[in-house]
């Protein structure tokens, strides 16, 4: 999937809103592949929502989102599970991870599906990410921010042409969200993928090419 | 690794009184398909040594003939009125032996029985039996004879039944030959008798028509043969046209049939009420495993809705449950089936007993109606799942 564009897209929740002054609602803007996007919001202006219309996991919006040229509000189940396999990996702001898993079987979860990453590999996302020891234990036990490093190992076990993350380093300190950001430029860049990032502050330190005000 | 995240919360005695509650509805709706499948055909059994189609009529007995005497039996005049009847196919007569005939059975040189018979015989055309095994040469002295069914039903509950004596079936009576004795007209002669089969609808002993003739013109060759029974073919059994026929000469149609009928109607009903008991039993079972399915996904629907998101195709989340339901309505199927088969087992003894027959029926209509039954609610289940499944995906579910 090479563009991923916003046709005047409005979510409803908006609809009656007079004072928004977005880059995005009501815009024309296409995401392409192998860019990097930085979207910045203030609490409430709609981010997570965003994400979820990207991903087909909701579609009250006004205006047209296409995927491709394809209108997303004409995708079957289908080819939303194809495209959440296969061309948009997104990390989850809640990280919706399986607590009662342990880290390890929490990317394996995803990596049977895809079968996209080795064992190898994944081990070195742990050893980098310094969480290399924490793999036997069940999420639930684990602190927010080693929780979101396991929500990103995740997210890169699968093919995609974009890299969605709501939030990825909002519970890390620099070193740590800066090697984040390092793991995900290399596997985006190694994929010719596009990362979307959002954030209401603290961002990861990537060369963007574009800023956009939600 | 999907099952492990989604076997939380499942509780097992909630399945496990799915389990019994099903049994117990699907046993019972079994076990009354069963029976129905098992004992009908012997109530209704045709005759397989007679045709089919035909009523015996007598003349009513009422107390004024018994006193006055007057003649049971037909004329020839008024069998001919029968016989113009635009009803009757075809008049037979039942020829009674004007002899004596005495029957004996003999185990290792021992008298066990001595009776006398009284043998009737219906022309041969009414009787459907392999012509070989209906006939009578003076050659071979063996008489073929059909029995009244309910001779046997009457030894077995009236005499074995008291006297501790091994009840017997149709089977073994026809391995049975036994002597018959016959004297008039000044001259005896002795023939042995062989049964070939049995009646549930006449209540005659019968010999081939030929044996008759030629024994009557022997040892009674004066006697005026009157017959007090008649037997016509008929297409049209319970027309109106016969029973006024029937009603204007004083005549009684020996009504059998309509018994069976009767029964058989009576045992429909009583299947069907059980059935139906069974049937809505398996209902609220069905609905018990619904609810604690729904229960279940819907406990772990956030798990279930973070699969979806991950790339889980619903499909592939819904199979776990399916599996799981197909899993328990399998067991509660054979179980079932073993249930039906021991209840069956023992019926079948008394059923084999009061019927005088052994059974050529076997469990699989039980087996049929079950694997239908199974399919069609693991279809309903797997569709029930499927659509809560979507329903997740679609965010219709509160998380």
Redesign the interface.
């Known amino acids: 999937m090479n563009t991923i564009k916003l046709s005047h897209v409005l979510p409803q929740v908006f609809a009656h809103a007079s004072d928004l002054h977005s880059q995005v609602w009501q815009q024309e803007v296409t995401f392409e592949k192998g860019r990097k996007y930085l979207i910045e919001a203030d609490s409430g202006m709609g981010k997570s929502t965003f994400c979820s219309y990207l991903i087909g996991y909701r579609n009250d919006y006004s205006g047209e989102l296409l995927m491709d040229g394809r209108s997303a509000k004409q995708l079957t189940v289908r080819e939303w599970t194809e495209l959440r396999r296969r061309h948009i990996s997104y990390l989850f702001q809640e990280l919706r991870l399986f607590p009662e898993l342990s880290s390890w079987e929490n990317v394996q979860i995803k990596n049977r599906l895809t079968g996209f990453a080795t064992d190898a590999q994944i081990d070195g996302w742990f050893e980098r990410l310094g969480i290399a020891d924490k793999k036997e234990e069940k999420v639930g036990m684990m602190s927010f921010g080693q929780q979101q490093r396991v929500a990103l190992i995740r997210a890169l076990s699968q093919p995609f042409d974009f890299l969605l993350a709501d939030e990825p380093i909002s519970h890390l300190d620099d070193v740590n969200g800066n090697q984040m950001g390092q793991l995900m430029m290399e596997e985006a860049d190694r994929q010719g993928a596009a990362i979307i990032i959002t954030s209401i502050g603290k961002h990861v330190e990537l060369p963007y090419d574009r800023h956009l005000k939600l | 690794?999907?099952w492990?995240?989604l076997r939380?919360h499942i509780s097992v005695p909630q399945f496990v009184g799915f389990v019994f509650a099903n049994l117990i509805g699907m046993a019972i709706v079994l076990l009354g398909f069963q029976f129905y499948r098992d004992v009908v055909p012997m109530l209704t059994a045709e005759d397989g040594f007679l045709k089919s189609d035909f009523v015996v009529l007598s003349k009513k007995v009422g107390t004024a003939q018994a006193i006055s005497q007057r003649s049971l039996s037909f004329t020839p005049a008024e069998i001919e009125t029968l016989a113009a009847q635009p009803f009757v196919d075809k008049v037979g007569q039942f020829m009674a032996a004007e002899f004596k005939v005495d029957a004996s059975m003999r185990i290792d040189g021992k008298q066990v029985f001595n009776t006398e018979l009284p043998l009737e015989s219906v022309p041969d055309e009414f009787v459907d039996v392999l012509k070989d095994d209906w006939s009578f040469s003076e050659d071979s002295a063996l008489v073929p004879i059909i029995l009244p069914r309910s001779y046997i039903t009457m030894y077995n509950f009236g005499f074995a039944q008291n006297r501790s004596l091994p009840k017997v079936s149709e089977g073994l009576v026809s391995l049975i030959d036994f002597d018959l004795h016959l004297r008039g007209n000044g001259q005896e002669a002795q023939y042995k008798g062989r049964v070939i089969g049995f009646s549930g609808r006449l209540n005659a002993i019968l010999v081939p028509q030929s044996f008759m003739a030629m024994a009557n013109q022997r040892f009674a060759p004066d006697a005026e043969p009157s017959p007090t029974r008649l037997m016509i073919t008929t297409a049209d059994l319970s027309g109106e046209s016969i029973n006024q026929f029937l009603e204007d000469n004083g005549y009684e149609a020996e009504d059998d049939r309509l018994n069976t009928e009767k029964t058989t109607f009576f045992l429909r009903m009583m299947i069907t009420v059980v059935m139906a008991i069974g049937l809505v039993i398996s209902l609220l079972s069905f609905y018990i495993l619904m609810l604690s399915i729904y229960l279940l996904v819907q406990k772990n629907a956030d798990?279930l809705q973070?699969?979806?998101?991950?790339?889980?195709?619903?499909s592939q989340v819904a199979r776990p449950y399916q599996l799981l339901t197909i899993g328990l309505n399998v067991v509660v199927l054979l179980l079932a089936l073993v249930v039906v088969a021991l209840v069956r087992s023992h019926y079948m003894r008394i059923v084999e007993v009061l019927f005088a027959t052994t059974s050529r029926s076997s469990l699989l209509p039980a087996i049929l109606l079950g694997l239908l039954l199974l399919v069609v609610v693991t279809l309903l289940n797997m569709a029930v799942i499927r659509r809560k499944i979507?329903r997740i995906?679609h965010?219709k579910e509160r998380m």
Do not use: C, D, F, T
């Open positions: 690794m999907v492990k995240l939380k798990k973070n699969l979806l998101l991950i790339g889980y195709r619903p979507v995906w965010g």
